[in-house]
């Protein structure tokens, strides 16, 4: 049974860091794009950074240059470096797993609260 289980959330003041992991079971990890996306209240789901089995990179125009997504294939762990964190910021963070030919996965989410 594939999971993605995600960790490394927290409360942090703006302008501090955080990482967060993302360990994936049951499923090849080395195949397909991995990705981090966020959640606010009130707000739609929206992807923040994503990795291909490749390894090529795409961030959201508001995490550019603050964080870094980066994946460990022998440890089948994708992790999101957050730097310079910013109150708008403050979501609940999904780990995802999406190949064109196989299913989609999620996992249950970390909060990372930025104060101000």
């Known amino acids: 049974q594939a999971r993605l289980v995600e960790s490394g959330g927290g409360l942090v003041q703006a302008g501090g860091s955080l990482r967060l992991s993302c360990v994936v079971s049951g499923l090849s990890f080395s195949a397909g794009t991995m990705g981090w996306y966020r959640q606010a209240p009130g707000k739609q789901r929206e992807l923040v950074a994503e990795i291909s089995s490749g390894g090529s990179t795409n961030y959201a125009d508001s995490v550019k240059d603050r964080f870094t997504i980066s994946r460990d294939n022998t440890k089948n762990t994708v992790y999101l470096q957050m730097n310079s964190l910013k109150p708008e910021d403050t979501a609940v963070y999904y780990c995802?797993?999406?190949?064109?030919?196989?299913?989609?996965?999620w996992g249950q989410g970390t909060q990372v609260t930025v104060s101000s």
């Open positions: 995802n797993r999406r190949h064109p030919l196989l299913p989609t996965y």
